[in-house]
C-alpha cells in the first residue's frame, strides 16, 4: 500500500538529478484513482531562499527541500521504489499546503 507521505525515487529520468524523489500528499485513506497526487523532493538550489511552501528534509544526508507548490498527479504503477516516509514531518508539509490554499 502506498502511504500518504511516502517517498518514492523519481520515476522520471530526465529530472532525476536535480529531483531525486517524489513524495506522496493524497491520501493512503482515498485509492480509488489509477493516479496519485504527489511533490518533488529537490535538491536545495546554490542560492536556496526558502519560501512558505517549501519543507526541508534530510534523507540520506542530503539536504532537500519539497515544494508543494509543484504538485502534480502521476501513475500509481509508475511508484516502484519507496525509500523513506516524511510522516515525521506531516505538520510542516501541512502548514506548507495550507499556506498554498489558503493562504495562512
Known sequence: ????????????????????????????????LDTIVVAPLMRMPQAFEPTKVWVEVEIDSERLVLDVA????????????RITSLAAH????????DRLFTGF
Open 90 to 97: 506531516e505538520d510542516a508539509i501541512r502548514r506548507a499546503l
Open 1 to 32: 500500500m502506498i502511504r500518504q507521505f511516502d517517498v518514492f525515487a523519481n520515476p522520471g529520468a530526465s529530472t532525476r538529478s536535480s529531483v531525486p524523489y517524489i513524495v506522496v500528499l493524497q491520501s493512503h485513506m482515498y485509492d480509488a
Open 70 to 81: 509543484l504538485m502534480a498527479n502521476l501513475e500509481r504503477k509508475a511508484l516502484n521504489r
